[in-house]
């Protein structure tokens, strides 16, 4: 039995008889009494819980290279697979014939790998995530093996692989921006530490001149030229025109390193020293290919196309293997009264129908191939916003599927919002025939922004910077006022230093679009992971440091902060239940909590880590565990509240 203690709003059920104040008392004697009992209770009498199965199984293809087969002889390309909670895999494939083999990293911890190298013994090197090992794989043996974790067990992550003419592997790592090598002949590695004391990634290219050129990403980009004979670095961009974003270098047909800068120019790096401005037509950029001259190159991250410069003859060939399942991203509810979800690396849209029971993947729903990050149901459709770029994206569930960005595609592909956001963390569909997502920005930048889209103009706006130099991590809509509550973090994009302290509650005026109030609701938060309105248009918010306040949108105050009680509350995981209360998530419950006194509740502990939410339909609270879909019946006894 769960029981409501705060006055409440009649109109939930008219039928209802109200709870009169003088039997509050004697109601609150029994308070104790009951809850012994209902604890007491077996656990199947208070919810029914079920694993639903895994939707997605595909796996997320980070790269295809031309490697030595069994023979020794480079005639095979090798398709580098990641995927989640199982090893990373290569798969062999055959250009001529198409047939192809799977072969199972030796690490279940390592599930996919960002660096692809090989030795002069014709051995295949990995980097790995999320414990940065180096993995060796010997085409001959077809065997693995693990050679440890050369950056140190402080990095996740390595970046990128090189192999320098004297043979010696080198690598890089996230998040401590470490240089290492590796000698094949000897087995020995040596870490040289870190490339950049302030940032993050490094990614090595070893040059022709046996020096290895670092780019250094995203906040202050640099390229760092480190000497492996006298051990010493040198950074070739001043630091007053370090900027944030993308910097890649990679080597040409001339064996000589170009870089391309955040600002999108072209340089070639001479003697190790100097910068010389170039045109991308001026580049011997290599091409992908095999020894015999065939190109080869990925289709939509999916489909390996092989074509002969010579004859122009294409030819797609499909990767097949096994997979355990892609991580479940985002959960929502849909229009049609069906639960829509999003795997992460690769992004595929899924759809649960409680009706029949059914799960089905439908496939790619966006040019992006990171997650959906949010989602929300307006008119009839299901509005998608997607990592990277914060591409938009619309999906009519009573139209057959076919994805593109036609004006028939299905899902259609609106393209991204731009202004530099990436993650759109939160979605409020529907309030003024609008569509709003709060975003984080960039790699290398701060300035997160709220976009708003116009369905029936198709326009895209982007105010950024709403609150200054934060991300809006969370949305609620308080119809009662006619605005829309955001929820910011310090945080900004990945690879960046925040440089505010406390996360921010705005409210926005969604007539005007501009924003009408702000206050800091929290003192040390610094992130707001979950807003929710009540029926009384109060607004409830959680915070990354587990607490949670009350917001009255009409006096523009905190009425409370309180403790939520439970450990990594899950973001964009509150929302108001069939029966009034505040249903939400962390990783270890699913609580509620009462509007009517403030009290957090217990609903239950699930025998799996929740790791991503959460939808709620009738009386059925949906969410992921890792690759897995769950569905969760609230345990209601009474169709009534207690007033």
């Known amino acids: 039995m769960l029981l409501h203690l705060r006055k409440q ?3 939930y059920n ?13 109601f609150r004697l029994l308070i104790p009494v009951l809850a012994i009992f209902f604890l007491n209770l077996p656990q199947d009498l208070l919810f029914a819980q079920r694993d639903l199965g895994i939707p997605v199984r595909d796996a997320i293809l980070w790269g295809a290279y031309a490697g030595p087969g069994k023979t020794g002889k480079m005639d095979t390309i090798y398709l580098s697979f990641g995927q989640y909670r199982a090893p990373l895999f290569l798969l062999a494939v055959n250009p001529d014939t198409g047939q192809m083999k799977q072969f199972d990293g030796p690490l279940s911890s390592e599930m996919g790998s960002w660096g692809f190298t090989i030795d002069q013994e014709n051995r295949i090197y990995l980097g790995s995530y999320y414990s940065a090992h180096l993995l060796r794989f010997d085409p001959k043996t077809e065997t693995w093996e693990d050679l440890g974790r050369p950056g140190g067990e402080s990095e996740s992550f390595i970046c990128a692989l090189t192999t320098a003419p004297d043979g010696k592997i080198w690598g890089g790592t996230f998040p401590s921006a470490k240089l290492f090598s590796f000698d094949p002949k000897t087995g020995e590695t040596k870490n040289f530490g870190t490339m950049d004391e302030t940032q993050f990634y490094c990614y ?23 000497d492996p004979v006298k051990e010493e670095k040198t950074s070739l961009i001043p630091s007053q025109e370090r900027r944030a974003g993308w910097l890649s270098l990679t080597k040409g ?13 072209w340089f070639r790096i001479e003697e190790g020293k100097h910068l010389h401005e170039v045109l991308e037509s001026e580049i011997p950029l290599k091409k992908r290919a095999l020894p015999d001259g065939r190109a080869f190159s990925l289709i939509d991250h999916h489909t390996l196309r092989i074509e002969n410069p010579l004859t122009k003859e294409e030819k797609d060939i499909p990767p097949r293997y096994e997979a355990a399942g892609s991580y479940i991203f985002v959960i929502s509810t849909g229009p049609d009264g069906k639960i829509y979800g999003s795997s992460m690396l690769p992004l595929r849209l899924f759809v649960y129908d409680p009706q029949d029971q059914s799960l089905t993947n439908l496939g790619k729903a966006s040019y992006a191939n990171g997650e959906v990050y949010s989602m929300g149901s307006h008119e009839g459709r299901l509005f998608l916003c997607s990592y990277p770029e914060a591409r938009l994206s619309v999906y009519d569930p009573k139209k057959p599927l076919d994805f593109g960005d036609r004006d028939n595609s299905n899902p259609r592909d609106l393209g991204p919002f731009g202004d530099l956001q990436y993650r759109p963390r939160t979605m409020i569909a529907g309030p003024h025939g609008k569509v709003y997502v709060g975003s984080y920005p960039d790699y290398g930048h701060l300035g997160g922004a709220l976009c708003i889209y116009d369905p029936k103009k198709n326009e895209k706006r982007v105010y950024r910077h709403v609150v200054q130099n934060q991300s809006i991590a969370s949305l609620a809509y308080i119809g009662k006022v006619d605005l829309l509550a955001g929820g910011s973090s310090i945080r900004g994009g990945t690879g960046t230093h925040a440089i505010e302290r406390e996360a921010r509650l705005i409210l926005w005026d969604p007539k005007e679009e501009k924003k009408v109030f702000e206050i800091i609701p929290v003192p040390e938060a610094k992130t707001i992971l979950s807003l929710a309105t009540t029926v009384d248009g109060l607004v409830y918010g959680i915070t990354d440091h587990g607490k949670v306040f009350v917001f009255d949108p009409e006096k523009r105050e905190v009425r409370k902060i309180f403790d939520l009680g439970f450990k990594e509350p899950r973001e964009i995981s509150l929302q108001l239940g069939p029966d009034l209360r505040l249903y939400g998530l962390a990783k270890e419950a699913i609580f509620f909590i009462d509007p009517r006194n403030d009290e957090v509740s217990l609903v239950a502990q699930p025998p799996v880590p929740i790791s991503s939410g959460m939808a709620i ?22 169709p009534c509240p207690v007033e």
Do not use: H, M, W
């Not at 609270?621 to 345990?635: K, Q, T, V």
């Open 9 to 11: 709003d009649r109109s």
């Open 253 to 265: 047909e001339d064996e000589k390193i170009y870089a391309k800068l955040p600002s999108g120019k």
């Open 617 to 638: 339909l009738g009386q059925k609270i949906y969410f992921g565990s890792g690759a897995n879909l769950y569905e969760f019946d609230i345990p209601l006894r009474s």
């Open 14 to 26: 008219p039928s209802c008889p109200p709870f009169r104040r003088g039997s509050l008392v004697g």
């Open 204 to 226: 090595p290219t070893a040059g022709k001149d046996g020096l290895i050129y670092c780019a250094i990403r995203f906040e202050k980009t640099d390229i760092v030229v480190f």
